[in-house]
């Protein structure tokens, strides 16, 4: 893989684990969990692959290491463990320049919180926050009001961002394990969010509203050029459906939707790019 990969005792593997999930960042840890015949890689070998690409210990080497580096980029992406068996034939053993031979089994699971971006800091994202940090993810929150906007109202390690709707997305880092809930203070924010997050890679979007109020969002979009089949994509109204009213009943209806398109444990269908685990 050619990443700064370390050689280290297997403690050091998980202080640097440590060391990535206090500072925030995502990663994954790839682990031999088989191996027959005679591999480079052994049982419980284990490599971390930083979200930057960077790497720290080993599973022996060679092409092998290489596809595990590809997938566990896929893995952080999409926020899903990855199982794959690689075989190594005498010829391919010979070409990397390794007396060996034989199937090695690697498992590859994504670490650090996906994000939540949250738009709107009023009384839905105040009761959502702590829930979506509980069950967790991570929280960035997004207004252009800087007294809703104010980190007294959210969890303490949640990010809070004072920003206009129409250019705050170039400040973002928005991948397919993202997700974006639309929760803004009216009808032109929530459509403004929304015009820019269907052209984001997030693999989840939410919107607020009334089935009246989404149509005329929808209906303004395709005029823009937005397909129907990727409205179709968008989770509205927000939440699972469990008759809630009050800001601390929505939170925990989206707060369930996010765990459940986390888990892929949702309605064939209903979700936005959904997929299966590997």
Same mark, same amino acid.
């Given at each position: 893989?050619?990443?700064?990969?370390?050689?280290?005792?297997?403690?050091?593997?998980?202080?640097?684990?440590s060391k *990535?999930?206090?500072?925030?960042?995502?990663?994954?840890? +790839?682990?031999?969990?088989?191996?027959?015949?005679?591999?480079?890689?052994?049982?419980?070998?284990?490599?971390?692959?930083?979200e $930057?690409?960077?790497i720290?210990?080993?599973?022996?080497?060679?092409?092998?290491?290489?596809d595990?580096? +590809?997938?566990?980029?896929?893995?952080?992406?999409?926020?899903?463990? #990855?199982?794959?068996?690689?075989? @190594?034939?005498?010829?391919?053993?010979?070409?990397?320049?390794?007396?060996?031979?034989g199937?090695?089994? /690697?498992? /590859?699971?994504? *670490?650090g919180?996906?994000?939540?971006? %949250?738009?709107?800091?009023?009384h839905?994202?105040?009761?959502l926050?702590?829930?979506?940090?509980?069950?967790?993810?991570?929280?960035?929150?997004?207004d252009d009001?800087?007294?809703?906007?104010?980190?007294?109202?959210?969890?303490?390690?949640?990010?809070?961002?004072?920003?206009?709707?129409? $250019?705050?997305?170039?400040?973002?880092? #928005?991948?397919?394990?993202?997700? /974006?809930? %639309?929760?803004?203070?009216?009808?032109?924010?929530?459509?403004?969010?929304?015009?820019?997050?269907?052209?984001?890679?997030?693999?989840? %979007?939410?919107?607020?509203?009334?089935?009246?109020? %989404?149509?005329?969002?929808?209906?303004?979009?395709?005029?823009?050029?937005?397909?129907q089949?990727?409205?179709?994509?968008?989770?509205?109204?927000?939440?699972?459906?469990?008759?809630?009213r009050?800001?601390?009943? /929505? +939170?925990?209806?989206? +707060?369930?939707? *996010?765990?459940?398109?986390?888990?892929?444990?949702? @309605?064939?269908?209903?979700?936005?790019? @959904?997929?299966?685990?590997?």
């Amino acid at each position: 893989a050619g990443n700064n990969a370390i050689s280290s005792p297997m403690s050091d593997i998980y202080r640097e684990i440590s060391k *990535l999930l206090a500072e925030g960042q995502r990663g994954a840890l +790839a682990t031999v969990i088989g191996a027959s015949g005679s591999t480079p890689g052994k049982e419980s070998a284990k490599m971390l692959i930083r979200e $930057d690409g960077t790497i720290f210990g080993t599973i022996g080497g060679g092409c092998t290491e290489a596809d595990v580096w +590809a997938l566990a980029r896929e893995a952080i992406e999409r926020d899903v463990p #990855i199982r794959r068996d690689f075989e @190594l034939t005498p010829k391919t053993a010979e070409e990397e320049g390794l007396a060996c031979g034989g199937i090695v089994e /690697i498992f /590859i699971e994504p *670490l650090g919180r996906p994000v939540v971006h %949250i738009f709107g800091a009023g009384h839905i994202a105040r009761q959502l926050a702590p829930l979506v940090n509980l069950v967790g993810m991570k929280c960035v929150i997004i207004d252009d009001r800087p007294q809703f906007a104010d980190s007294e109202h959210f969890p303490p390690d949640s990010q809070v961002l004072v920003a206009g709707f129409e $250019d705050c997305f170039e400040r973002l880092n #928005i991948s397919p394990a993202s997700f /974006i809930v %639309i929760v803004t203070r009216g009808h032109k924010y929530d459509h403004l969010v929304l015009s820019e997050a269907i052209r984001t890679s997030a693999g989840y %979007i939410g919107l607020i509203g009334s089935k009246p109020k %989404i149509a005329r969002i929808y209906k303004m979009l395709r005029e823009e050029g937005i397909s129907q089949e990727s409205l179709d994509e968008i989770h509205a109204p927000i939440g699972l459906d469990i008759g809630s009213r009050t800001p601390e009943e /929505i +939170a925990v209806s989206i +707060a369930a939707e *996010l765990v459940a398109h986390r888990r892929k444990a949702y @309605l064939k269908g209903k979700g936005r790019r @959904l997929g299966k685990a590997d």
